[in-house]
């Protein structure tokens, strides 16, 4: 990782450095040696390469597009992907009722057919949840 050096940056003022001592009641006679500044762009690249962000999307693009056949016909309208968490595909479910059902008797065959398109290393588990967006149409009423 480079390191930026601020070459505007002065040393500690010992007046200061005194004042700032006996406020906060620090032990040191001498100020803390200056650490050399890190530019951001250095550290948000190695935060994306970790995660690897650029496949990640990629990835939930082709799920997206073959979920019918992953999921099956039941399930493609009660259910949809929706987000990749650490190789941990979360998928949106609309009702409790459908979400017992996948959990129940198509969770493993899901994660099955996933590992045989994309890979196990891809997606390593499933979890199913409540989907935060409610799909169903809501009937308004003019009373």
Not at 35 to 52: H, Q, T
Not at 55 to 68: G, H, S
């Amino acid at each position: 990782m480079a390191r930026y050096v601020n070459p505007r940056r002065r040393r500690e003022d010992p007046v200061r450095w005194m004042v700032t001592r006996e406020r906060f009641q620090l032990p040191d006679t001498e100020p803390p040696a200056a650490e050399p500044d890190v530019a951001v762009r250095d550290i948000v690249n190695d935060i994306f390469k970790s995660i690897d962000v650029r496949r990640q999307p990629a990835l939930l693009d082709q799920i997206r597009e073959t979920w019918r056949e992953l999921a099956g016909p039941g399930a493609t309208t009660h259910a949809r992907p929706g987000y990749l968490d650490r190789q941990t595909l979360v998928i949106f479910v609309d009702s409790a009722v459908w979400l017992n059902e996948l959990v129940r008797y198509e969770r493993a065959g899901i994660l099955t057919r996933l590992q045989q398109r994309f890979g196990a290393e891809a997606i390593k588990a499933l979890r199913l949840q409540a989907d935060p967006e409610d799909r169903r149409k809501v009937v308004s009423s003019d009373r």
